[in-house]
C-alpha cells in the first residue's frame, strides 16, 4: 500500500455515543472539520455538550 502524506482535512463520525463524540472531538481539536451523525437527536445533543464543555477547559 502506498503511503500518503495527504492532510486529512474533514471528518464524518457516525454514531455519537461514548467513542463517536471521543473521536469527532479529537478530530475538531486538531481544526479538522468535523460532522458527527446520530440517528438520536438527544444522543447528539449530549455529544455537542459533552463537546463544548470540555473544548472550553
Do not use: H, P, W
Not at 4 to 33: C, D, H, W
Amino acid at each position: 500500500m502506498a503511503e500518503s502524506n495527504a492532510a486529512i482535512q474533514s471528518a464524518a463520525i457516525i454514531g455519537a455515543g461514548t467513542m463517536g463524540r471521543g473521536i469527532a472531538y479529537l478530530f475538531a481539536q486538531k481544526g479538522i472539520r468535523t460532522v458527527l451523525y446520530n440517528r438520536n437527536g438527544n444522543t447528539l445533543n449530549q455529544a455537542r455538550d459533552y463537546i463544548e464543555l470540555n473544548s472550553c477547559a
